[in-house]
Structures are given as structure tokens and as C-alpha cells.
């Protein structure tokens, strides 16, 4: 606001030294003044909104980052941190919490198109560690990757190319699925993530539900965002996680056993490098490991934590092919019938959600 008064200040300067008013009345003089400064104040205070507004990130508008780390994996995958311009106020970690699994897109600007990446809730240090933001912290907004080149692809090999510092914009977030969610709900402990003892999770004051997550490749991102976050999900999740090789998840395999190790997560995965491990040569033993889907019975007091995984929703979420094997096709505009291995389980379109 100082610059603001500044300008309020410099406008009756003026004034005075033209000597607008000095053969008028004080009081038309007066009038003049005050109008001219209000003016010159509400425009000031428009412009001081409208710059200030378009450095936070927002779905209306681009807002500008730079490239702050690359972490080069193997020749396909990255990770890849970008830092805005401009501090962002809003903690989109507190306010999206593992309720809602959100992306940005990012704009190729040769070619006009955006397209969507899913932010992590890490940093990248120095020595090219990778560390999980802890409760309240956004590091002024800066958000991380886990990225996949393709061949013929766009903008993911463009942005593998960018150099450290280049600057690139970004809009957003978008909610891409959204669970029920109690405001007065107790946050999940998550101090395993930094090596210390998680505090006991039954202080919860609602029954937490299940889930089944099926993710190919790069569609890991969705789930390590939810069980990363600030105030992570708080129910079992079932993950059916299928990839060429774990090696392609770099520091993040790391951050996916602690989540193994702390029960946050029952991991089954298949790596299709090595016939006899990938998702199709185990097909059958996959099929009787996945369990039917229970009853979502609502908001209800705390009772226990179950230890028996009852999954009251399977969310999908990888490239086409893999979303068709496991569900049936994804369409642009719709989600399709469930077909495949869940539909063949008694999964149906109330309880699958294909995420593209
Ligand atoms: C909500 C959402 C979140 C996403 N989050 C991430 C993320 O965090 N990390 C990430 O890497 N991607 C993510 N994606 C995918 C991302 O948006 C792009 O589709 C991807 O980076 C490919 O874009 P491109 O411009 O490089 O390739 P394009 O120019 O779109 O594709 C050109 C060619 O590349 C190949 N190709 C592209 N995508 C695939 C694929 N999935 N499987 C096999 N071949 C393919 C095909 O040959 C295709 O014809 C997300 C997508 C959505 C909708």
C-alpha cells in the first residue's frame, strides 16, 4: 500500500504546483483535489488488485514459474520443480488435503496447447533429495513432477528440453475427483514420512472407507498425491501399481515403500520388463486378490480400524490401454460401461471412477 499512498501524494503535488485552483474558491479547489486523488486512488487500487490477484495461480489466468530443479531419472522420466515468480499465499495443500485429487495444466506456447500434470507435495534439495512438505508448508508455492517423455509427444519432451530458470505458465487447479469429506475430521498423522513414530489413528470421529487404486506408468502420481499430502487419506488402500520397471519411479519408489511399510498402502505390483511379473502373465492370481466392492454406508461415527481392506471404491487411473484392461474404455466426454477385470468382479459405474 505504500506505493498507493505515494501516488495520492504526488497527484496533490501536482495540483498545486500547476496552480489549478489558485484564482478559484478554496472550496471548488478543494472539491477538484479530492475528486482527482479519489480517482487516482481507485484506479491505483484496481491496478494494485488485478496485478496482485494474477500472481496467484488460478484457473481464469496464466500465472508465470520458473524451472528451479530437474531431476533427470532415466531417459523417459523426470522430475521437475517449478517455483512461481511470485510467493503464493494460498497453501494448496492444506486446502485440497487428500479430499481432492487436482492438476495444472501448462502451456506450450509455440503450439497453443496446455496440458495436465498432477503436482507432489515435495521438494527437490540440493543434493537432489527429495523431501516431502511438511504440515502448513507450501514453499512459496512451488510445485513438483513426475513427468513421462514420449517419442511423438509434445509438450512433456519440451519440457524435459527447458534449461534451469526458464520461465513457463501455468492455470489452474483442477479437481479431477473429489471425495466426501467431514470439515471437523481430525487430520491423519504422517510423521513416518520424516522417520518418526506416527501418533495413533484412532481418534478419528468418523469411520474412514476403503479404496482400491489401479494405476499404470505415470498414473502413480494420483495416488502418492493423496497419501502424501497434508492430511492424507484415512482409509486402506488396495494399489495395483503396473509399470515397465519400479527403477522408472527414481526417488519416488523410496517414498512408495514407506508408505508400504507404514500400512497406508497394500501394494501388489507388476513390472512388465520381466514376462512372468507383468499385469497380464498374472492375470489370474490378480483377479482373486482383488476384492468385490463393499456397501458405502455414509457418514458414520468411529467405530475401529478394520484390518481387513473393504474397498468401497476403485478409482483408474493410466494410459488407455491400461484404463481398458482394468475397467473398460474411457471415453472423452464419458466414462463408459465398466467392463474389464473389475467389471468382472461386480464392479459397476457406481463405484469405479476412470481418471484419464
Ligand atoms: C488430469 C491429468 C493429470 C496428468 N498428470 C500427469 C503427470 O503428472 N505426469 C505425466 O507424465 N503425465 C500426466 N498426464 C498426461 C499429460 O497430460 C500428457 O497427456 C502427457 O504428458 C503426453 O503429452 P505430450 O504432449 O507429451 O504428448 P502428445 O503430443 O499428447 O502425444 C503424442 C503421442 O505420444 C504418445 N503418448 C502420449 N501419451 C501417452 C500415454 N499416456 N501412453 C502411451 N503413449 C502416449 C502417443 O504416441 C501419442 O500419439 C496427466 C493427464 C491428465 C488428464
Same mark, same amino acid.
Given at each position: 500500500m505504500k506505493w498507493l499512498t505515494a501516488g495520492v501524494r504526488r497527484a496533490s503535488t501536482k495540483a498545486s504546483t500547476h496552480g489549478i485552483s489558485t484564482n478559484k474558491t478554496?472550496?471548488?479547489?478543494?472539491?477538484?483535489?479530492?475528486?482527482?486523488?479519489?480517482?487516482i486512488a481507485t484506479l491505483s487500487w484496481k491496478y494494485y488488485q488485478i496485478n496482485d490477484s494474477q500472481t496467484e495461480l488460478s484457473r481464469e489466468y496464466f500465472t508465470k514459474y520458473h524451472i528451479s530443479k530437474k531431476y533427470a531419472i532415466d531417459q523417459n522420466h523426470f522430475l521437475v520443480q517449478l517455483t512461481?515468480?511470485?510467493?503464493?499465499?494460498?497453501?494448496?495443500w492444506k486446502e485440497?488435503?487428500?479430499?481432492?485429487?487436482?492438476? $495444472? #495444466?501448462?502451456?506450450? *506456447?509455440?503450439?497453443?496447447?496446455?496440458?495436465?500434470?498432477?503436482?507432489?507435495?515435495? @521438494?527437490? !534439495?540440493?543434493?537432489?533429495?527429495?523431501?516431502?512438505?511438511?504440515?502448513?508448508?507450501?514453499?512459496?508455492?512451488?510445485?513438483?513432477?513426475?513427468?513421462?517423455?514420449?517419442t511423438q509427444g509434445e509438450v512433456a519432451r519440451w519440457?524435459?528440453?527447458?534449461?534451469?530458470?526458464?520461465? $513457463? #505458465?501455468?492455470?489452474? *487447479?483442477?479437481?479431477?475427483?473429489?471425495?466426501?469429506?467431514?470439515?471437523?475430521?481430525? @487430520?491423519? !498423522?504422517?510423521?513416518?514420512?520424516?522417520g518418526n513414530q506416527d501418533n495413533a489413528n484412532s481418534n478419528f470421529k468418523y469411520q474412514p472407507f476403503d479404496i482400491l487404486f489401479f494405476t499404470g506408468g505415470t498414473g502413480i502420481v494420483t495416488l502418492l498425491q493423496m497419501t502424501l499430502t497434508e492430511s492424507p487419506f484415512r482409509g486402506k488402500i488396495g494399489v495395483y501399481h503396473s509399470c515397465r520397471s519400479l527403477s522408472e519411479l527414481g526417488p519416488l519408489h523410496a517414498l512408495l515403500t514407506k508408505l508400504e511399510d507404514n500400512k497406508r498402502i497394500e501394494l501388489r505390483i507388476n513390472e512388465s520388463k520381466e514376462k512372468y511379473t507383468s499385469f497380464r502373465s498374472n492375470a489370474t492370481a490378480l483377479l482373486k486378490s482383488i476384492p468385490p466392492p463393499y456397501p458405502y454406508n455414509g457418514t458414520e461415527p468411529f467405530k475401529t480400524v478394520n484390518s481387513?481392506?473393504?474397498p468401497v471404491q476403485a478409482l483408474v487411473c493410466g494410459p488407455d490401454g491400461f484404463i481398458s484392461t482394468v475397467s473398460g474404455p474411457i471415453y472423452d466426454t464419458t466414462q463408459g460401461p465398466i467392463k474389464g477385470i473389475l467389471g468382472s468382479l461386480g464392479w459397476n459405474n457406481a463405484n469405479v471412477y476412470k481418471l484419464s
Open positions: 478554496p472550496l471548488i479547489r478543494n472539491i477538484l483535489l479530492a475528486s482527482g486523488s479519489a480517482a512461481p515468480l511470485k510467493p503464493q499465499r494460498v497453501n494448496l485440497m488435503n487428500s479430499s481432492k485429487l487436482w492438476s $495444472v #495444466e501448462v502451456m506450450q *506456447p509455440q503450439i497453443m496447447v496446455v496440458r495436465n500434470y498432477t503436482p507432489l507435495p515435495l @521438494k527437490i !534439495d540440493d543434493n537432489n533429495s527429495v523431501e516431502v512438505l511438511r504440515d502448513g508448508e507450501n514453499a512459496d508455492g512451488t510445485l513438483t513432477f513426475y513427468i513421462k517423455q514420449y519440457i524435459n528440453r527447458l534449461p534451469l530458470g526458464h520461465v $513457463v #505458465e501455468l492455470r489452474g *487447479p483442477f479437481v479431477e475427483y473429489e471425495f466426501p469429506e467431514n470439515v471437523d475430521e481430525v @487430520k491423519r !498423522d504422517r510423521s513416518f514420512l520424516w481387513k481392506l473393504e
